[in-house]
């Protein structure tokens, strides 16, 4: 009973624990490298699954060439331009912006491949524009210092970076739909997506003229665990769960449900760093994970 709703609300927390979790291996390591090691790791761990279950059979060529494409848009680029976000804005704004990935869907789908762009829908893309310039303009002065609350760099930079992860994910979730929908086996699609896109990030390592700065952070035991673990549980667990609720519940609310980690995010901010989230921060995300009730329930 439930074990959709169940299923998917499980996902919502991994990648909460998993935002976390990324905010001081990121700042440490910078985006890219912090991507490179994580996807190294959970590729490894994805290509094994895969070659047990045999289920790689289900890819064709024209599925492979989809995929690859899909994964240099939405997890070579855009999951680059996510933690290059999460560095400058922490987990709880990255998350909140993060959430227009699907506004953006909607949007793109309606002008380049005529999709429907109902009333409903239109209400959920106004109330998670609002609930995002709540949640990510409002800096709570008491907990501002903590380094999940803190924000280096320029803010508008990071925003920047924030909406353009989220375009490509809205895109690369449009790129990878028709293969999807074809019956090609979800975890086979993941394990080559991310294994393609972790190789990109080799390649892009090995063909550096300096790499100084690269390697300015040494990569201690510490962060290495941090890395590895915010993989585990964002991409291996939390994306497993998500196919599985998809698997035994009706997509919109799986969606949904899946989508609640800005809310779940707040009370285990509210734990690490011992200060009460703003009510504005509440109301944001709340009305981010409520817009996109309204997109996926017509």
């Given amino acids: 009973m439930y074990i959709a709703e169940c299923s998917a609300l499980a996902a919502a927390i991994c990648w909460s624990f998993g935002g976390l979790l990324s905010t001081t291996p990121t700042r440490a390591f910078g985006a890219e490298r912090f991507n490179r090691i994580r996807l190294n790791i959970v590729s490894v761990i994805l290509i094994l699954v895969i070659l ?7 890819l064709d060529l024209h599925s492979v060439f989809v995929l690859l494409l899909s994964s240099i848009i939405g997890i070579f680029i855009g999951d680059t331009l996510l933690y290059a976000t999460l560095k400058r804005l922490g987990p709880r704004r990255t998350g909140i912006l993060f959430t227009t990935n699907a506004p953006m869907t909607v949007v793109v789908g309606y002008f380049f491949l005529g999709e429907s762009l109902p009333f409903n829908t239109i209400i959920g893309c ?45 895109l690369a979730v449009l790129i990878a739909r028709p293969v999807m929908a074809s019956g090609v086996d979800a975890v086979a699609a993941a394990g080559l997506r991310v294994g393609f896109a972790a190789l990109a990030l080799d390649f892009v390592f090995l ?38 609720a998809l698997a035994h519940g009706p997509a919109g609310l799986v969606s949904t449900l899946s989508a609640t980690s800005p809310i779940l995010i707040l009370p285990i901010l509210w734990v690490a760093t011992k ?18 009730a309204f997109i996926f329930h017509p």
């Fill in 207 to 244: 063909l550096r003229s300096s790499r100084a700065g690269y390697w300015a952070t040494p990569a201690t035991a510490k962060l290495l665990w941090q890395t590895g673990l915010s993989g585990i549980l964002g991409m291996a667990i939390g994306m497993t769960l998500l196919l599985y």
């Fill in 126 to 170: 106004v109330l998670i524009v609002a609930g995002v310039l709540l949640a990510v303009f409002f800096r709570n002065t008491s907990i501002q210092k903590h380094v999940f609350e803190e924000i280096q760099g320029s803010l508008t930079v990071g925003i920047i970076f924030g909406f353009l992860s989220a375009l490509c994910q809205a």
């Fill in 52 to 58: 047990i279950t045999g289920t790689w059979r289900t």
């Fill in 275 to 292: 200060e009460k989230p703003s009510p504005r921060a509440w109301v944001g995300a709340f009305l981010a994970v409520l817009g996109i």
